[in-house]
């Protein structure tokens, strides 16, 4: 196991990175839903996000098809330091979407 990529400290920045397949990240089924460990292609730091799955479930005895899942919005929340950060974000300003 090589460690994992060190953290960058890079400016925030608001920029949309491409979309990542949910069956390539690590995850796990919690209470609730799934949650997934992201970590950001802008920084490299680590985070976690929940997706829940109660609005893709079906009411009793349904019979229309389940919906199909929704892209998971995902903003960087790493936690770390990045200059020029706006009040009210926690990460350095990547956004993207898990897909499924
Ligand atoms: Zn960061
Ligand atoms: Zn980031």
Redesign the pocket.
Known sequence: MSPPPQ???VKYSLTRLADVSAGSMPQAKVAGGIEYTVI?RR???SFKVMNYEGQYLSGFGARKKATAPQPIGVV?D?G?D?KNRPAGSA??GAVWDIVH
């Open positions: 953290h960058q400290t950001c920084c490299n730091g960087c790493c770390l990045h990460g350095c």
